[in-house]
């Protein structure tokens, strides 16, 4: 009997945060690597805590051996472990196994802390997972499977992690679209070149010298990326337009083309000529390159083959930026690649770090003046992330100045001037300045008018995609002179109390501001018309806002730490269940919006009026701001009333989405209970709350200590 004849017909479930309209190709190729060898994947897609019972009675009823959770990032990683502990708690007792950059960079933390957990597959998985479920179908030892570790072992290394793999992903029955469109994500490298210390690609590649020592190889580490042949991508291409008649393709490796101009012009012409010769026609492309390598010939060949969107990663626009950041090239280079790339046609996406560590205020007030050199292209300010296993999360701990601990490990600011403008650019980013959180997303929405445009949908035209970027850039200089205005409240001499409603009041005003561009973009997408196979239920701006739940309490730092709160919270009595809440403490507007009166004893803990941070173990936060998004009881009801109208989601033209759950926080950063919204009462109950809890029971977010803490949905463009 072969080994495929064995493993026939043996089940695997793959779980991963996979929204709709999108593809989670590493878990899509997981699958592809495990029908190849004869097993039976089936992959379940989980977003959000109320779906969590209903995961893992699917999961149970596939009646699986060998069940593979995708924890990519801390965003997840609360989730996909919560349904790791569920599914133990319902009496699962096959293995199961974690993979993702997250679970690569955390496996010994995982392992550790979550005993429902076997093993976790590190860095590349197609491999390690395959010879993983045939060492269970045999009953033999896992010590000497490739890429895995388990409690006991971390076998002799993952030689997977040093080569390119030419699987196809598992697609999906229907392919994604984008204004009727079918689209596809492909990948066609591993890794980065680069080395940045902020980023979580370069913790991985770190990584990877322990698996080059494990393997015993000679030859120099490899710390570029891994690339798939041209002719292989070019063969995976080929199929999904013949096949699937896929006509926008997105390119998400991090960094396909490098740094030097002529080997990303040698690569690209030998992709387009691969492309010609297997008689693939036009397509609409977008993918992400560094300034360094965007010459006048490489835009040239971009803009000759469809590349109508790319974003240049420099993340800052001032020299001092540029280096406190060690990125390499000069601010004034930078600009002329995104010049090249403007003057054929081709839409630069930019996202500026606005606040960054070893940073100041005065630093800040640069890039944002900076700002208006670009507002021809579409930029974003946002706040660093620290990614866990970096070299930034190490530099950050080494000065004090990181707080919390898994997916609530955040940075504060050493300066309270750079604490409240922290503060700020967060509460403002989920009020709606981030362009995430418009809908439609102003950005998405001029690619989706190139792409019909490029073509040849009926109602695409150069004069909608001009329109459309006028919008643009009206409304990036309202943007502007939002964070202006923030900058200005944060130097000025208010009070901690006045300085939230300041912003709470800004925040409210950056709704209304942006609100008229929503609703131009709005019309300028219907103008389009959908392609006749496609259905016309729908005009093209709904297809471009569709609502998806991040589902984890991570969502509430990295989008929303500045999401408005709903009040304070003192620490729970460890020997008791949650108490009514208290409508004493709430002003009216806000009593009304968790419930009021009428909410039934045990639904919610307690809100009071000021925090017991006698748990923390961070540094006195007299004056720090990660404690700030909480309003003194004056501003209560300015709060509720942004959390409620203001966020109502209704129709496009107020787009600010509605906070779906809110997170209370004890004393001490932990999290003890989930909250639906707007009515505030318990998002899970019985075996499901218990196993959220237990999963984020290692977490802590000190910056969100005794609050109530909403934390909302994210639109995704299915470009």
Request: aromatic share 4%; charged share 20%.
């Given at each position: 009997?072969?080994?495929?004849?064995?493993?026939?017909?043996?089940?695997?479930?793959?779980?991963?945060?996979?929204?709709?309209?999108?593809?989670?190709?590493?878990?899509?190729?997981?699958?592809?690597?495990?029908?190849?060898?004869?097993?039976?994947?089936?992959?379940?897609?989980?977003?959000?805590?109320?779906?969590?019972?209903?995961?893992?009675?699917?999961?149970?009823?596939?009646?699986?051996?060998?069940?593979?959770?995708?924890?990519?990032?801390?965003?997840?990683?609360?989730?996909?472990?919560?349904?790791?502990?569920?599914?133990?708690?319902?009496?699962?007792?096959?293995?199961?196994?974690?993979?993702?950059?997250?679970?690569?960079?955390?496996?010994?933390?995982?392992?550790?802390?979550?005993?429902?957990?076997?093993?976790?597959?590190?860095?590349?998985?197609?491999?390690?997972?395959?010879?993983?479920?045939?060492?269970?179908?045999?009953?033999?030892?896992?010590?000497?499977?490739?890429?895995?570790?388990?409690?006991?072992?971390?076998?002799?290394?993952?030689?997977?992690?040093?080569?390119?793999?030419?699987?196809?992903?598992?697609?999906?029955?229907?392919?994604?679209?984008?204004?009727?469109?079918?689209?596809?994500?492909?990948?066609?490298?591993?890794?980065?070149?680069?080395?940045?210390?902020?980023?979580?690609?370069?913790?991985?590649?770190?990584?990877?010298?322990?698996?080059?020592?494990?393997?015993?190889?000679?030859?120099?580490?490899?710390?570029?990326?891994?690339?798939?042949?041209?002719?292989?991508?070019?063969?995976?291409?080929?199929?999904?337009?013949?096949?699937?008649?896929?006509?926008?393709?997105?390119?998400?490796?991090?960094?396909?083309?490098?740094?030097?101009?002529?080997?990303?012009?040698?690569?690209?012409?030998d992709f387009e000529r691969a492309l010609a010769r297997r008689r693939v026609g036009k397509m609409a492309w977008r993918l992400m390159m560094e300034p360094r390598a965007i010459s006048d010939d490489v835009a040239g060949v971009l803009a000759r083959m469809g590349?109508?969107?790319?974003?240049?990663?420099?993340?800052?626009?001032?020299?001092?930026?540029?280096?406190?950041?060690?990125?390499?090239?000069?601010?004034?280079?930078?600009?002329?690649?995104?010049?090249?790339?403007?003057?054929?046609?081709?839409?630069?996406?930019?996202?500026?770090?606005?606040?960054?560590?070893?940073?100041?205020?005065?630093?800040?007030?640069?890039?944002?003046?900076?700002?208006?050199?670009?507002?021809?292209?579409?930029?974003?300010?946002?706040?660093?992330?620290?990614?866990?296993?970096?070299?930034?999360?190490?530099?950050?701990?080494?000065?004090?100045?990181?707080?919390?601990?898994?997916?609530?490990?955040?940075?504060?600011?050493?300066?309270?001037?750079?604490?409240?403008?922290?503060?700020?650019?967060?509460?403002?980013?989920?009020?709606?300045?981030?362009?995430?959180?418009?809908?439609?997303?102003?950005?998405?929405?001029?690619?989706?008018?190139?792409?019909?445009?490029?073509?040849?949908?009926?109602?695409?035209?150069?004069?909608?995609?001009?329109?459309?970027?006028?919008?643009?850039?009206?409304?990036?200089?309202?943007?502007?002179?939002?964070?202006?205005?923030?900058?200005?409240?944060?130097?000025?001499?208010?009070?901690?109390?006045?300085?939230?409603?300041?912003?709470?009041?800004?925040?409210?005003?950056?709704?209304?501001?942006?609100?008229?561009?929503?609703?131009?973009?709005?019309?300028?997408?219907?103008?389009?018309?959908?392609?006749?196979?496609?259905?016309?239920?729908?005009?093209?701006?709904?297809?471009?806002?569709?609502?998806?739940?991040?589902?984890?309490?991570?969502?509430?730092?990295?989008?929303?730490?500045?999401?408005?709160?709903?009040?304070?919270?003192?620490?729970?009595?460890?020997?008791?269940?949650?108490s009514a809440i208290s409508d004493a403490a709430i002003p009216g507007d806000l009593a009304d919006t968790l419930g009021g009166s009428d909410r039934p004893a045990g639904t919610s803990p307690d809100l009071v009026v000021s925090p017991d941070l006698s748990q923390?173990?961070?540094?006195?936060?007299?004056?720090?701001?990660?404690?700030?998004?909480?309003?003194?009881?004056?501003?209560?009801?300015?709060?509720?009333?942004?959390?409620?109208?203001?966020?109502?989601?209704?129709?496009?033209?107020?787009?600010?989405?509605?906070?779906?759950?809110?997170?209370?926080?004890?004393?001490?950063?932990?999290?003890?209970?989930?909250?639906?919204?707007?009515?505030?009462?318990?998002?899970?109950?019985?075996?499901?709350?218990?196993?959220?809890?237990?999963a984020v029971s290692n977490d802590r977010w000190p910056c969100l200590a005794g609050q109530v803490v909403p934390f909302c949905c994210a639109m995704v463009l299915l470009y």
């Amino acid at each position: 009997m072969t080994k495929a004849q064995d493993s026939a017909g043996r089940r695997v479930t793959l779980i991963a945060h996979e929204p709709p309209g999108t593809e989670h190709l590493g878990i899509r190729l997981v699958a592809a690597a495990l029908v190849g060898a004869g097993f039976r994947p089936r992959v379940l897609p989980l977003l959000t805590p109320v779906a969590l019972a209903d995961a893992v009675a699917r999961t149970l009823a596939e009646r699986p051996f060998l069940v593979g959770v995708s924890v990519s990032d801390p965003l997840v990683a609360p989730l996909m472990l919560a349904f790791v502990q569920l599914l133990r708690m319902e009496g699962f007792r096959g293995h199961v196994t974690v993979g993702g950059a997250l679970a690569t960079l955390q496996r010994a933390e995982l392992l550790a802390d979550h005993a429902g957990l076997d093993s976790v597959v590190r860095h590349a998985g197609e491999v390690a997972v395959v010879e993983l479920a045939r060492a269970l179908v045999a009953g033999r030892s896992l010590d000497q499977v490739p890429g895995l570790t388990t409690r006991t072992s971390e076998d002799t290394g993952n030689p997977q992690a040093f080569t390119s793999t030419q699987l196809r992903p598992l697609r999906p029955d229907a392919m994604p679209t984008i204004i009727g469109i079918p689209r596809a994500e492909i990948a066609a490298s591993r890794g980065c070149a680069g080395q940045c210390s902020y980023c979580g690609v370069s913790a991985l590649q770190r990584d990877l010298a322990a698996e080059h020592s494990k393997l015993g190889l000679t030859h120099v580490h490899q710390r570029g990326n891994i690339r798939r042949p041209v002719d292989d991508v070019a063969d995976e291409v080929a199929e999904l337009y013949h096949d699937r008649g896929v006509r926008i393709g997105h390119f998400v490796d991090d960094n396909l083309l490098g740094p030097e101009p002529k080997l990303a012009l040698a690569w690209l012409t030998d992709f387009e000529r691969a492309l010609a010769r297997r008689r693939v026609g036009k397509m609409a492309w977008r993918l992400m390159m560094e300034p360094r390598a965007i010459s006048d010939d490489v835009a040239g060949v971009l803009a000759r083959m469809g590349f109508l969107s790319v974003l240049v990663g420099f993340e800052s626009l001032t020299p001092r930026g540029l280096a406190t950041l060690g990125r390499p090239g000069a601010a004034d280079a930078n600009l002329a690649a995104l010049d090249r790339l403007w003057s054929r046609g081709i839409a630069p996406v930019i996202n500026v770090l606005a606040l960054r560590p070893g940073g100041n205020l005065a630093d800040t007030r640069a890039e944002i003046a900076a700002l208006d050199r670009i507002d021809r292209f579409a930029w974003d300010a946002i706040p660093v992330t620290v990614w866990p296993g970096t070299q930034l999360e190490q530099d950050l701990a080494a000065r004090g100045e990181l707080v919390g601990k898994g997916a609530g490990l955040t940075w504060r600011p050493p300066d309270p001037a750079s604490e409240r403008f922290l503060h700020a650019l967060l509460r403002l980013r989920v009020g709606g300045l981030a362009w995430l959180m418009r809908a439609p997303d102003p950005v998405e929405a001029g690619f989706a008018l190139r792409a019909a445009h490029w073509l040849g949908l009926s109602g695409g035209s150069r004069e909608r995609t001009l329109r459309a970027q006028a919008c643009l850039e009206r409304a990036q200089r309202e943007r502007r002179r939002i964070l202006v205005q923030a900058l200005d409240i944060v130097e000025s001499p208010l009070s901690r109390a006045e300085f939230v409603q300041a912003i709470e009041s800004l925040a409210q005003k950056t709704g209304q501001v942006m609100a008229p561009f929503d609703r131009e973009l709005v019309g300028l997408l219907d103008e389009v018309s959908w392609p006749a196979t496609m259905s016309e239920s729908a005009r093209p701006s709904r297809r471009l806002i569709p609502r998806w739940m991040a589902g984890t309490i991570f969502m509430a730092v990295t989008a929303g730490c500045g999401a408005t709160p709903l009040g304070r919270r003192s620490p729970p009595d460890a020997d008791a269940a949650s108490s009514a809440i208290s409508d004493a403490a709430i002003p009216g507007d806000l009593a009304d919006t968790l419930g009021g009166s009428d909410r039934p004893a045990g639904t919610s803990p307690d809100l009071v009026v000021s925090p017991d941070l006698s748990q923390a173990d961070t540094s006195p936060l007299s004056d720090a701001l990660c404690n700030l998004t909480v309003a003194e009881a004056a501003i209560a009801p300015s709060i509720g009333e942004a959390t409620v109208s203001n966020c109502a989601y209704t129709d496009v033209s107020n787009p600010c989405v509605a906070p779906n759950y809110a997170a209370v926080v004890d004393g001490g950063g932990h999290v003890v209970e989930l909250l639906t919204m707007p009515d505030g009462r318990p998002a899970l109950t019985g075996s499901a709350l218990q196993a959220w809890l237990a999963a984020v029971s290692n977490d802590r977010w000190p910056c969100l200590a005794g609050q109530v803490v909403p934390f909302c949905c994210a639109m995704v463009l299915l470009y």
